[in-house]
């Protein structure tokens, strides 16, 4: 019997994999610390638990796009003002 949230975990790994595409010390390493926390939890059968694995993959997307909306930011900034010293 497959689990009905099968799905929805793997559209969370799938986009994490593709935001970690840009991420600082390089898509490698990203992809090898995803694959590691997902293995990790590969055994986890409770539909609860996999739902709070869920919003914690949820939650990290979040905090990734604000981490290369601020880089995008920052790059913008230092690119088109003068700088404050």
Known sequence: MTNPLRGEV???YKNLLYL???YP???TYFRERLKAAFM????????????N?????????????AMYYLRKYRTLKK???????
């Open 25 to 27: 010390k390089g898509s």
């Open 40 to 51: 990790k939890n590969k055994d986890v059968t409770d539909p609860v638990k996999i739902k």
């Open 10 to 12: 793997i559209r969370l």
């Open 53 to 65: 694995l869920v919003d914690r993959g949820e939650f990290v997307i979040k905090e990734l796009e």
């Open 79 to 85: 690119r088109y003002y003068e700088p404050e010293h």
């Open 20 to 22: 970690g595409r840009d």
